[in-house]
DNA sequence: TATTGTTATACTCTATAACTATA
DNA sequence: TATAGTTATAGAGTATAACAATA
């Protein structure tokens, strides 16, 4: 019998692999010096986060501290992160945007945007506002049930 | 401004994040011996597709044929999978579910009964349905715009 | 003692290269 | 010549271990 659940594992299932991941990035990066599929989630943690600890941003973003500090470290040579000491924490070190890097962000944001735009171009607006909706929420609510 | 194109890359973001598809995966195999997270998709192939090649299979799921190959053998090892020669082209071998691999899907199936259940649990129906569809239209237009 | 950032290390995923067999 | 499957190999992602500094 098809569920609404194995509809749902399917497409998700192809959603989520790893091809499908890379193929949209690499869409994104274009233009954009250091930021990838591994760097774009730390870059993007960081914009939303504002300053935040390697430790603290790894929880967020699901990812171990070593490997953290490891993308970050490569987005800060190539200028998009920045390292502050946090002054409430001798043993911390804050990451921040660089005005790059801020830039980048917006950047990529926008493609992001565009390229689900033009997915959704031969839907109805009431259809992709619907579907968007329903996303936000099955995503809010899969990550509730840990 | 918020259209529906931005409101999606904020959801997909967080539905795309390695954690979250971890946790996802690991809860879908649950009970299944031989199964993870990369041999999944490889499984998952065979029983939507039926018997078929690594090629094809590959194909299919966004996959090196390969890698294919690999997860395919790692598959045969713990007893789910199967290779038949391929009557039409000797140079093929077809994938076929064993019947342990039959019984692995049907509990992957049922956990994601589950799963999905949970997370839908406030959801009518209706609802349910509808965006089980538009999810698949989203994904198969996604992956078409290459 | 616990936690921070960092580096070193090891393991896994996955693609490319190369080989053999067949279309 | 092109395509099938397979194995060997190499590059990259990511966790664990270990270290020094600070809470």
Known sequence: MTTPGSRIEEALGRLLLRSTRARLYDRLIEGVEGVDVTTYPVLSGVARLGPVSASKLGTEIGLDRTATTKYASRLAETGLLRRMPDPHDARA?????????????????????????????????????????????????LREDD
């Open 93 to 141: 070190t804050l990451l921040a945007l660089t005005e790059a890097g801020e830039a980048a962000v917006e950047l990529i944001r926008r493609n992001l945007v565009r390229e689900f735009d033009r997915t959704l171009r031969n839907w109805t607006n009431e259809a992709a506002e619907r579907f968007a909706g329903e996303l936000e929420r099955f995503a809010d609510e």
